[in-house]
């Protein structure tokens, strides 16, 4: 294969070479949603020039070539995570989308009054809220796994919250406000003693490592496209096929009924994991999706991770010259994300005063407002890399980020 470089794969992202505020553009927001590469747009667009068309349907070349892109799209999935089956892999709109799925679909008839869910204190809202309607629809409880300061989940806390009335554990891999990166193996061996599934977010983690599906043991595994080089409005169910098929449809309508089946008063539904996929699916998002997992093939989850925790670590470092700042947490196992104040501002601020000069940070709560009330602080700016920013583009960042404190003190 040839050697991957930075300077070959940042030209593959015309958008890097966009003029922000009369600045280059230096994008540190990569968790709330990553550049997509042209082979992506590339991929889509050949899609809808030369093989539009709906799925499952017809008999005419069209829509074999339509079903052939979807259907091969779900296999590289399947690869990407090492499923034992293409048939485990529900195409959804997203992460939020494939939590919803599973929580509604467990208040369905797997859920009852009494009935416990555990989630952490680590998690996005999308990992609590379908959790409390679920539980609210069944008379169910969700409950929380610890953290400490640093943000670290506890894992002694942990076992002890597993009881005989759990039927859940769901937890994310990466913290998108943190970095942390949970020990999920550990996590569902832990539940499994139990007898108890696990659902793992992995939202901020396939953008970064590699996941195997079978090697975790995991029941769930939810992602989305839009934040490893995908499009919007994609993104992935990993469920163990013995699960989708227990479970009851999320929503209805067509190609996810048996044919020949339906009446008015009754259905009998499709095999998985078109049982779970009601409507016209994404078709060219998955396209987009596929083009974005065979990119990221080629440069290599070892370049990517090399790249990254290279930037993490300068970053850090330079971040520790700086006695203004302030890191929410520093964890002990961290992915390419972190959060941190500039004492005496407000968050908001710093952000502004960044984007000022070209530098895109996100701040707010970032959708983990129990996570924020553990750590005592309103709110934080984020950085978020991916393994096109580069060390040059770090030290962008931290001139001006001096630049803000000095405008802020
Ligand atoms: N979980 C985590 C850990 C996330 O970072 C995000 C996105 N910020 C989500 C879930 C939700 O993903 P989406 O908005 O793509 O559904």
Sequence with gaps: TPSVSVESIRADFPILNETINGHHLVYFDNAATSQKPMQVMEAMNRYYFHSNSNVHRGAHTLSVRATDCYEGARDTVARLLNAASSREIVFTGGTTDSINLVAYSFSNGLLKAGDEILVSTLEHHSNIIPWQL???RCGATVKAIPMDA????LINSYRELLSSNTRLVAVTHVSNTLGTINPVRDIIAIAHEKGIPVLIDAAQSVPHFQIDVQDLDADFVAFSGHKMLGPTGIGVLYA??????QMPPFRGGGGMIQTGSVTIGNTLYNKAPYKFEAGTPNVAGAVGLA???DYMNEVGY???QQQEEQLLHYALEQLQQLPEVQ???RPEHMASVFSFNVKNAHYSDVATLL???????R?????TEPLLSHLQVNGTARVSFAFYNTLEEVDVFIKALQKAIRMLS
Excluded at 150 to 153: E, P, S, W
Excluded at 355 to 361: L, N, R, Y
């Design 134 to 136: 679920a539980a609210q």
């Design 150 to 153: 640093q943000g670290n989940l």
């Design 240 to 245: 163990k096929e013995s699960w989708l098929n």
């Design 291 to 293: 083009a974005a997992i």
């Design 302 to 304: 070892d370049f990517i």
């Design 327 to 329: 890191l929410a947490a």
């Design 355 to 361: 984007d000022s000069q070209g530098v895109a940070v």
């Design 363 to 367: 701040s707010g709560m970032h959708c």
